[in-house]
């Protein structure tokens, strides 16, 4: 993969001019450099297929606050789940036949939910646009066996299911997408009487690691290369040949224990990942909480309309009324028109969703900067105590 990278992608090739195979000696990559880079990113060997969109195209997720296009080559991209796909079955007995439900990003179509024979995808915006107990019992009728949930959602999950109860079917939940916290999984354990497991990946590069049921993240040695330095991570793909990621620092911070022998059978590299990046609360004066996904949903649906326009965004709740938008758009589209309608979609969601005496602050900057404390780029930050 070090030897493809450096020898088909424009990107590597002007980092270094020998190629070194002891990875220890090639640069680390940040992601701001990966969002600058754009098509130089790409293998020359697959331009053929990204030219006739043969490309599996995906967008980061947002909660990162940093957006850009992924591209795999669709065999690639099966191939890089494999071993997650074999684990769940040898740990939980769940397979691809199994019927399953999840949510998908809202800037992906308009249906509020998509349904075939073992998958019912929901957008993440009925979560705040739609009629919440209606997609609640769309998945109570649906029957899945099993979810994949980001811990957030969960909890709206759990507070429904309080209301109108679960359905008998339902066996096993896989959280992904946000640091999973001890009390939020015995919270969705307690009330939908299944068992559990945590799942770390990323767009780029698909499954780092998976939770057996001893309780250790095992890293998907077959599908990357696992490197920390202090708490920071940085991974390898050893499968995504379309667009190759070397020592690429994750926005997630961590520790990697090597040749871990587990009572779950497997040997090999366990990694225990520290809170970093929670998705915070916005409160109401009556202290009732939204979930901050809901303003999240007005940037992920501007950059669906206006083809990827917001870079990098942060949100700032600072006080009950007040919220301001950090926000850094692509320089090539930067138009005063584009930023008026920006303000004005912004503006319009947060008082529809919030309340209409909110103070709407938009502010555009060239970087949005990690916070010293985490290293990470925290897209929604709340002064209300
Ligand atoms: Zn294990």
């Not at 060997?45 to 195209?57: A, T, V």
């Not at 709407?360 to 002064?383: A, D, Q």
Request: aromatic share 12%.
């Amino acid at each position: 993969m070090i030897y493809h990278a450096y020898e088909t992608v424009p990107f590597y090739q002007g980092l270094i001019n020998n190629i070194v195979f002891d990875i220890k000696k090639l640069p680390i990559i940040e992601k701001k450099q990966m969002i600058e880079s754009g098509r130089s990113l790409l293998s020359s060997k697959y331009m053929g297929k990204y030219l006739s969109n043969q490309l599996k195209w995906t967008r980061t997720s947002g909660s990162s606050g940093l957006l850009y296009e992924i591209y795999w080559d669709k065999v690639d991209d099966k191939k890089s789940m494999l071993e997650l796909w074999l684990l769940r079955w040898k740990y939980y007995k769940v397979s691809p036949k199994q019927k399953m439900c999840y949510f998908f990003p809202a800037d992906i179509g308009n249906d509020d939910y998509v349904e075939s024979d073992t998958k019912l995808a929901i957008s993440r915006k009925c979560l705040y646009d739609g009629n919440l107990s209606e997609i609640y019992k769309k998945i109570k009728q649906y029957k899945p066996e099993w979810m994949i949930l980001q811990p957030g959602i969960s909890l709206v999950l759990c507070e429904l299911a309080k209301k109108y109860g679960i359905w008998k079917e339902i066996r096993y939940i896989e959280f992904t997408g946000e640091f999973l916290r001890e009390e939020v999984r015995k919270c969705v354990e307690d009330t939908f009487c299944c068992i559990t497991a945590n799942q770390y990946g990323t767009k780029e590069v698909n499954s780092i690691a998976y939770e057996c049921p001893e309780g250790n993240m095992h890293v998907m040695t077959r599908n990357v290369y696992l490197e920390n330095k202090g708490q920071n991570l940085y991974v390898t793909s050893l499968s995504n040949y379309a667009m190759p990621f070397i020592r690429y620092k994750l926005d997630d911070r961590g520790c990697i224990r090597r040749g871990v022998k587990c009572k779950c059978g497997r040997c090999g590299d366990v990694i225990d990942l520290y809170e970093g990046r929670e998705n915070d609360v916005i409160k109401l004066p009556k202290g009732e909480k939204v979930h901050s996904y809901t303003l999240m949903q007005s940037i992920h649906r501007l950059n669906y309309k206006y083809e990827g326009c917001i870079l990098q965004y942060r949100i700032v709740q600072e006080a009950y009324d007040k919220f301001t938008y950090y926000i850094v758009l692509n320089k090539e589209d930067c138009t005063e028109d584009l930023k008026r309608e920006i303000v004005e979609e912004i503006c319009y969601d947060l008082h529809n969703r919030i309340g209409n005496e909110c103070i709407c602050n938009i502010i555009y900057e060239n970087n949005i900067y990690p916070e010293s404390k985490t290293g990470k780029c925290k897209v929604f930050l709340s002064n209300v105590k």
